[in-house]
């Protein structure tokens, strides 16, 4: 089966840039769609992109700052945030479905990595 595993959090000031990476294993991220999540504290968790090999959609107010690169063959997804804000502290988390589908529905992700921790200081 497939397999998610985050990377690339840390600490970061406000208005530096980080990239976090999502790397696929047992199977061909090829077959799937692929969602970015992240859930800052206390709060719930949200949808920020979703990608397969033929889009990448952001759900608003994600679209600029936010940017996802997932190369075509490749088991690797980035998402790459710039002029980090504090409201940006959270656990990042990617996860996929099987299938094309062009909105990455929280409920509807099969496979779902471990999240990756982000801070913000300033």
């Known amino acids: 089966q497939l397999q998610l595993v985050e990377s690339g959090g840390g600490s970061v000031e406000s208005g530096g840039s980080l990239r976090l990476s999502c790397v696929a294993s047992?199977?061909?991220?090829?077959?799937?769609?692929v969602g970015w999540f992240r859930q800052a504290p206390g709060k719930e968790r949200e949808g920020i992109s979703c990608?397969?090999?033929?889009?990448?959609n952001y759900r608003p107010g994600f679209e600029g700052r936010f940017t996802v690169s997932r190369a075509k063959g490749q088991n690797t997804v980035y998402l790459s945030i710039n002029n980090v804000e504090p409201e940006d502290t959270g656990r990042y988390y990617c996860?996929?479905?099987?299938?094309?589908?062009?909105?990455?529905?929280?409920?509807?992700?099969?496979?779902w990595g471990g999240g990756t921790l982000v801070t913000v200081s300033s």
């Open positions: 047992g199977n061909s991220l090829e077959w799937y769609s």
């Open positions: 990608t397969s090999d033929e889009f990448t």
């Open positions: 996860a996929a479905r099987m299938g094309s589908g062009d909105i990455c529905y929280l409920s509807s992700m099969d496979h």
